[in-house]
């Protein structure tokens, strides 16, 4: 495992996009963490995060692993650049030939993705833990602890993200067709939602206009991105504005299925690459 | 003698194309082959297959005795195929090290096999910055670090410029007075005949020759006589018991040998029969006719 991580770190270090890709995201994951205290514009009002709660524990996690999630692209740009360069500069088949074997080298694939997803992981949680104790009400352990569900569903959903990634990258080899891929993925799960959304789902609204809608297991909720964003639920449901505008009190369960589908996607697309390396001539 | 790759009736399909169609050859060891053939004859396939990149449609292979390329036989294989291919962003100290940490050899081999190719004053240096000749012979010196038991090249000087051809047959021939065993594939019978012992032909996937380039064809070589009197020259060879076919090109005879006659006896016979030579040589055919004397043969 090691001389797999000393290949990679070789072949990584000084590639340009993975400079540049991993400095914008590790500087606007941090840059954002430290602007939480400031009052941000959401939703054309101005919110004082502070106020809203959102600093507090246990909904910090909840609040800060949703708002770094969004700017996994940067890690995903890391991914597609690196994997995209081994294929079509045929170095996969040289790695081939000089003796690193295709398991080997998935391997030393999957090593990279997961050393990111931590490395994010525990920025996040530093982050976390030194913004609480700065602004928290309460730093109860319990209090602390009670919803660090968050922190695996991070990771999970950082790492299930980067092996999607991986997959299609392995699969059309250019960084273009990549993209492309991505963005029409992206564009059919959203649209795939919103159909079976307003074919399956009867809104309701009681006498006082709140929205008591039933909720029911979508199936394109078990779509890959989809799936992955479930990890790690919108937040904006437990600020202390919307609950009281809505009356209800947020409560917070585990999203299992997400968490086991999200499982399931990565064998899925670590087995296909591993397939496609094996069955394609290269 | 020992066999170090042993190929039995491989073939590929692309789709309907059958690039290698079901050729068998061995390589021994400590001997240089040369794999001949025109552009597609299926070279750089065959290869593919043996490095493990193509999945073959048929047949089998060994090597060292074990069947197939499990990945610890690689490591002791140093290949070249096509283009070199390198982290461009790297310098060669760098891409050779990615090469040591997968073939497990020690950082101390790569100043020696930049030495080797001439490479050591430019190992700090991006491998973009490189000219096509030094890109191919960091591949030699990539290939080398492992002090493999076979090196296999393909089509090592194409694109070269003639300094860049000649230093690289110089490396080759280094490497192979060392005892290395040598797989070379080559459209360039010139190179073949200059660097290899062996040769293996291929013409359109399929493998017509296999062995010393000096057993190649039976033929025993041929005269090239000039005389005075030409008919009665031609009729004195054609009753000698010792030519298979005479044919004359450029007022010159072609006779070729059938059973052995060296150019001494040939003269004695023809003075005593007072046919005076103003012209005679004896020579073997070229590996370039007979190359062509093959593929005629096969067409």
Not at chain 1, 126 to 135: A, P, Q, R, T, V
Not at chain 2, 222 to 229: C, E, G, V, W
Not at chain 2, 233 to 241: A, P, V
Request: aromatic share 12%.
């Amino acid at each position: 495992m090691k001389r797999l991580i000393r290949i990679e770190w070789l072949k990584n270090f000084s590639y340009f996009p993975v400079i540049l890709f991993s400095s914008i995201y590790f500087s606007l994951v941090i840059g954002f963490t430290l602007i939480c205290a400031q009052t941000i514009p959401i939703f054309g009002i101005s919110i004082k995060l502070l106020d809203q709660g959102f600093l507090d524990f246990p909904q910090i996690w909840n609040f800060l692993t949703y708002f770094t999630g969004l700017l996994k692209i940067f890690l995903g740009l890391i991914v597609i650049f690196t994997i995209s360069n081994e294929f079509t500069n045929k170095l996969f088949k040289q790695n081939i030939i000089d003796g690193l074997s295709r398991k080997e080298f998935l391997f030393s694939k999957v090593l990279t993705i997961t050393l990111l997803s931590l490395l994010s992981t525990g920025i996040v949680v530093s982050m976390g833990l030194i913004l609480g104790f700065s602004f928290s009400k309460s730093t109860e352990l319990n209090l602390i602890f009670k919803e660090s569900y968050f922190i695996l569903g991070y990771f999970l959903k950082l790492f299930s993200f980067l092996t999607f990634l991986l997959f299609i990258t392995v699969l059309l080899k250019r960084v273009v067709f990549v993209f492309l891929t991505f963005f029409i993925w992206w564009v059919v799960e959203i649209i795939l939602t919103v159909i079976e959304y307003q074919s399956r789902v009867i809104e309701k609204f009681d006498e006082s206009g709140r929205n008591v809608t039933e909720k029911i297991q979508l199936l394109t909720d078990y779509l890959p991105l989809n799936t992955m964003s479930k990890l790690v639920e919108e937040p904006f449901q437990r600020i202390r504005l919307i609950e009281s505008m809505t009356g209800g009190k947020y409560t917070f369960e585990i999203p299992y299925f997400a968490v086991i589908t999200s499982i399931g996607y990565s064998i899925l697309f670590l087995y296909g690459t591993f397939y496609i390396m094996k069955k394609r001539d290269w | 003698m020992e066999n170090i790759l042993e190929v039995r009736n491989l073939s590929k399909r692309f789709g309907k194309i059958n690039a290698v169609n079901s050729i068998s050859f061995s390589v021994e060891k400590g001997n240089v082959y040369g794999l001949l053939g025109p552009n597609g004859s299926g070279k750089s396939t065959t290869l593919g297959i043996l490095l493990s990149t193509l999945n073959p449609t048929e047949g089998s292979w060994s090597w060292f005795g074990q069947p197939g390329t499990p990945t610890d036989v690689l490591k002791r294989i140093g290949a070249i195929i096509e283009h070199p291919n390198f982290y461009t962003f790297l310098s060669a100290e760098k891409n050779l090290k990615i090469v040591c940490e997968i073939k497990n050899v020690n950082y101390d081999r790569i100043n020696e096999v930049l030495q080797l190719v001439g490479l050591a004053e430019r190992k700090n240096d991006k491998f973009s910055t490189f000219s096509l000749g030094m890109k191919q012979r960091l591949s030699i010196a990539s290939a080398m670090l492992s002090s493999p038991e076979v090196l296999i090249l393909d089509e090592p000087t194409n694109g070269l410029d003639p300094e860049g051809i000649i230093q690289i047959r110089e490396i080759i021939r280094s490497i192979a007075a060392q005892g290395t065993t040598i797989l070379l594939a080559s459209h360039l019978l010139d190179e073949v005949e200059k660097v290899c012992s062996h040769v293996i032909i291929l013409k359109k996937g399929v493998s017509l020759y296999c062995g010393k380039v000096s057993a190649m064809t039976a033929t025993k070589g041929y005269f090239i006589l000039q005389s005075s009197n030409m008919t009665e020259l031609k009729h004195e060879l054609e009753k000698m018991t010792e030519f298979s076919e005479i044919k004359t090109e450029d007022n010159k005879l072609i006779a070729s040998i059938e059973h052995d006659i060296t150019a001494e006896q040939l003269n004695r016979h023809l003075l005593s029969k007072e046919i005076y030579l103003s012209h005679l040589v004896k020579q073997k055919e070229s590996l370039e006719e007979q190359f062509l004397e093959l593929v005629k043969q096969n067409q």
